[in-house]
């Protein structure tokens, strides 16, 4: 079996839909080789091998779920269909039922275009790249007819299951852990159209706020549009609007979040940070007094740790890479810039509104806005390019690319530094310069950029 991966990339399948590999005729095989595979590897087990497949708003999601619902009843599974919940809610779920796995039906921030499947293994981590491969085998298995099906007594079932996301709104709002609540405070809620839009405006209201909710009109097309964690204008001029303590962005499927200060000013996941690592050591919740992060995150954040006694770990981009170091780690913190936000005592995987209970429970304590809170953190300037190649091969071995780099280095003369990477689901090259002087940032990266475009463009 080759060690290179087909179907799944960083964060589970993804692609555009009704294009493989989002067509329902794969999300049929892979439910399939998902059951068997289950089979396969707990051979002891006596129990039903039990699927629940949540889902975001997208129009594509029932179509998908289905077909991979009934894939995994022709392999013997019993199906729950949760309905639309955000990912970690799944994550949640999963972790309650014997012998399970959890899917969810996303493409997080991406357009209603494009949609992806993500699986859950019954600790509630997303499954090790060994286990999608092997999967990999089995949905190979299915596509070719050679998986043997149960007889007609063995079939599954396929049920509805619409209790969880109350069951998980319930469970989020436990974890407010003040005296004080958020009553006497405004929040604007952006839910992007997406699985958070019934879940977040009911979680703040149970916890005290007066919440404006915004982005809770999903029509199956307009999730993510101009909305959300990665679309912030219109959040951040509603706060400034209705003078809000705090606005709070999800995105999606509500696995990310990016929060507005008082001042309408973006908090990204690395402020986010550096504003729960110190609180979280003062309450003896930050083990080893370290933080686990991706090599995207800002410079500034490791010096604001630093300036506490926090040690930064840095990972490969992606948030399964950021839980695999704070396993290993024993850290109750990680996360990325983009805001996948883990915060392990509480939850397995980012979760949007876990982190945003976290966040205001330190305004409350602190009580101080959000504006000054986010101050602790001097952001380094950062310059991202982007460079489409026809194919990802690697640069150190290329003589001009690798000198341009050198070159670089030399001229910011040690104040910053620079990462260059592919992408690990599209053929691009990512080039990414962080120090305390803009201009030149720019210069030297678009010069590392014309480097790839003239050995590697298209």
Known sequence: MSNRKSYFGTDGIRGHVNKAPMTAHIAQALG??????????????????????????????????????????????????????????????????????????????????????????????????????????????????????????????????????????????????????????????????????????KLFEALGAEVVAMGVEPNGLNINKERGATHTKALQEAVVEHKAAAGIALDGDADRLIAVDDKGQEVDGDQIMAICAPYMKEQGTLPHDLVVVTVMSNLGLEHCLTKHGIQLVRTQVGDRYVIEQMRAKGATLGGEQSGHLIFSNHSTTGDGLLAAIQLLQIMVARQKPLSELSAAMDRYPQVLKNVVVREKKPWDNIPSIREAIALAEEKMGGQGRILVRYSGTQNRARIMLEGPNPSLLDELADDIAQEFEAQLGV
């Open 32 to 201: 399939a080789a998902v059951v068997s595979w289950m089979k396969e590897t707990h051979p002891e087990q006596t129990l039903t091998p039990v699927i629940g497949i949540g889902s975001d708003t997208r129009r594509s999601c029932t179509m998908l779920s289905a077909a991979l619902a009934s894939g995994a009843a022709s392999m013997g599974s019993k199906v729950y269909q949760l309905g639309v919940l955000p990912t970690p809610a799944v994550s949640w779920w999963t972790q309650q039922q014997p012998f399970a796995m959890g899917v969810v039906i996303s493409a997080s921030h991406n357009p209603y275009q494009d949609n992806g499947i993500k699986l859950f293994a019954s600790s509630g981590y997303k499954l090790s790249d060994e286990d999608e491969l092997n999967i990999e085998a089995k949905l190979e298995q299915w596509l070719s007819k050679e998986l043997p099906l149960p007889e007609a007594e063995e079939v599954g079932q396929i049920e509805s299951h619409g209790e969880v996301a109350e069951q998980y709104t319930q469970h989020l709002a436990q974890l407010w852990q003040l005296e004080n609540t958020l009553k006497g405070y405004k929040l604007v809620i952006d839910a992007a159209h997406g699985a958070g839009y019934a879940i977040a405006p």
